[in-house]
C-alpha cells in the first residue's frame, strides 16, 4: 500500500540513528588503505600556525564533504548529521575549524613537487617516439631507498627541438573530464578570500577526485570511467540507517537499490586490500 505525506503530517529532525550519506563507508575504506590520514599529518607541517594541529583529520573530513558534493565549507557541516561519524571513522571537523585550517596554508605550503626532469627519444617509423622521466626529490633527502622516477611517453611528428615539443605536449594534455567533474563539486567556486587557503582547497579537491577515481578503479567490476555525479548518486550518497545488536553494528540501506550489487562487490574488493602500513 502507498501512503501519501499529507498537508497535516508532522516532519521532525530527530532521527539519531540515520546516517545521512551512508555509502560514503566505500571511500573512507578505501582511504584507510592508502593511509592517507597519517600520511597528511606527516607530510603536512604548519608550525604553530592556527587550526595546525591533526592536518591529516582535518584533510579527511574535507575530503569526504567533497566527495559528497561540498563546494564550500559550510557544506562540511553535513558529515556531523545524524550518524554519519560512525562510518566516517573520524570525528568530522566543523566549518569554523576546516576554515582557519585552511587559512594557515601559505604559498609555499601548496606548490608542483620539483625534481630532475630528463627527456630521450627515438625513431618509431617515421614518427618520434619521446619519453619524459622526473626524479623527485625525495632521494635527496635520503627519504627513499630506491630511486622513484615518474615516466611519461607520447608519440609526435613534429619536427621542433624536444624540450619545446614535450613543454607544449604538457601544456595540451586531455583533461576535460576532471575538469569537468572538479567543477560539479568542490571546485565550483573557491570559499575563502584568501589566496593560500583556495590554493589548499584545489590541492585538497583533487586529492579527493584521485581517492574517488581509485575507489572506482578498485572496486567497480566495470572499467569505464564514470562522472563525479553519477558515483555520487550511485554509491556516495547513498542513505542508511545504523543500528547494533548483540555487539554488532549493521548499516541498513535501501531496499531495490538498483546499483547494490556494484556497492557490495566493491566494498568486499576494497576491504580485501592490505591496509597501508
Known sequence: MVHDLSDRSE????????VVNAGIVLAVTA??????????????????????????????SLVHAM?????????????????TEAVLGHRPMAPSTLGTFLRSFTFGHVRPDTGVCELAETTLGGERL????????AQDDQTELFA??????????????IHEVDAEHRQHAQVEQVIRDLKEQAL????????????AWTVIACLAHNLQRWTAQLGLADPT??????????????????TRTARRWTLHLPAR?????????????????????
Open 67 to 83: 566527495l559528497l558534493g561540498a563546494d564550500s565549507i559550510d557544506d562540511c557541516d553535513v558529515l556531523r548529521a545524524g550518524r
Open 148 to 161: 622513484y622516477w615518474r615516466h611519461h611517453a607520447f608519440i609526435t611528428n613534429r619536427t621542433e627541438a
Open 130 to 137: 619521446v619519453v619524459r622521466r622526473v626524479h623527485l626529490h
Open 257 to 277: 537499490w538498483p546499483w547494490q550489487q556494484d556497492f557490495i562487490e566493491a566494498l568486499t574488493r576494497i576491504r580485501a586490500l592490505p591496509a597501508c602500513a
Open 225 to 242: 570511467p564514470r562522472a563525479a555525479a553519477t558515483l555520487r548518486r550511485r554509491l556516495f550518497a547513498l542513505p542508511g540507517r545504523l
Open 31 to 60: 582511504g584507510r588503505r592508502l593511509g592517507i590520514e597519517a600520511l597528511v599529518d606527516a607530510a603536512v607541517r604548519l608550525g604553530d600556525r592556527p587550526g595546525a594541529a591533526r592536518p591529516g583529520r582535518k584533510v579527511c
Open 11 to 18: 516532519v521532525v529532525f530527530d532521527d539519531e540513528r540515520v
Open 188 to 199: 565550483a567556486h573557491f570559499p575563502s578570500g584568501h589566496y593560500s587557503a583556495n590554493s
